[in-house]
């Protein structure tokens, strides 16, 4: 069996950041190395027919209400005391996903993902904005005026769309979502099962 998990991942998802703490634990326990794919929420949710939980559930007596404690319980099983929800969200992330995308070329996207998690989720800021994504790459050491430029590189842009594009067409519709070879498994609550798979 495959000892590795392919993470289609965004920024946009306060669960992405939840479940990318999470499988660093699932790393040292299962030896499996993690493939992370920056994919576009909004595109997928595009591509699928798909909603935002807050919108797909709006008007559904309790449901968000649920939602809301079954995330708190998660932080504190997990002890993900640093997270903080966005007070921006919800915020467009294709500056900082193409941003990935470049970090991708370049060799460094866990450092990357790491580095920008931080300002999306635990020191949250308006990450859609120019100004505060350069600031923020310069406050984590990151060459920022590069990173500015490759944002608009048509290459980033195509990768980005393709990378999107191909996780729909895999049976992607949310984020987070893993594959352990072939079985895909949706959502942070199913992480166990993801683990499971690779400790086969």
């Known amino acids: 069996m495959s000892k590795e998990v392919d993470f289609y991942f965004d920024f946009a ?3 992405a950041y939840l479940s990318h703490k999470v499988m660093q634990s699932i790393k040292e326990r299962t030896g499996a190395s993690v493939n992370y794919i920056p994919v576009l929420l909004g595109g997928i949710f595009k591509l699928t027919n798909n909603k935002p939980p807050m919108e797909q ?3 559904v ?21 640093k997270f903080q929800m966005n007070p921006h969200f919800p915020v467009i992330s294709l500056q900082i996903i193409r941003g990935a995308v470049a970090a991708d070329m370049d060799g460094y996207l866990e450092d990357y ?8 989720w635990e020191e949250p800021k308006k990450m859609d904005d120019p100004e505060v994504i350069k600031a923020a790459f310069e406050e984590s050491g990151l060459d920022a005026e ?12 195509a990768k ?16 987070p979502t893993f594959f352990v070879g072939d079985e895909m498994y949706f959502g942070k609550d199913n992480l166990w099962q993801v683990e499971e798979k690779l400790s086969e």
């Open 61 to 81: 007596k309790n449901k968000n209400e649920y939602q809301n404690i079954e995330m708190q319980r998660f932080i504190e099983r997990h002890g993900l005391q």
């Open 160 to 175: 980005l769309i393709s990378n999107t594009e191909a996780a729909a067409e895999r049976g992607v519709f949310g984020i």
């Open 57 to 59: 559930f709006f008007g």
């Open 13 to 15: 998802s306060p669960n």
């Open 113 to 120: 993902i790491d580095k920008v998690l931080v300002h999306m």
């Open 146 to 157: 590069k990173l500015m430029e490759q944002m608009q590189d048509p290459d980033v842009k």
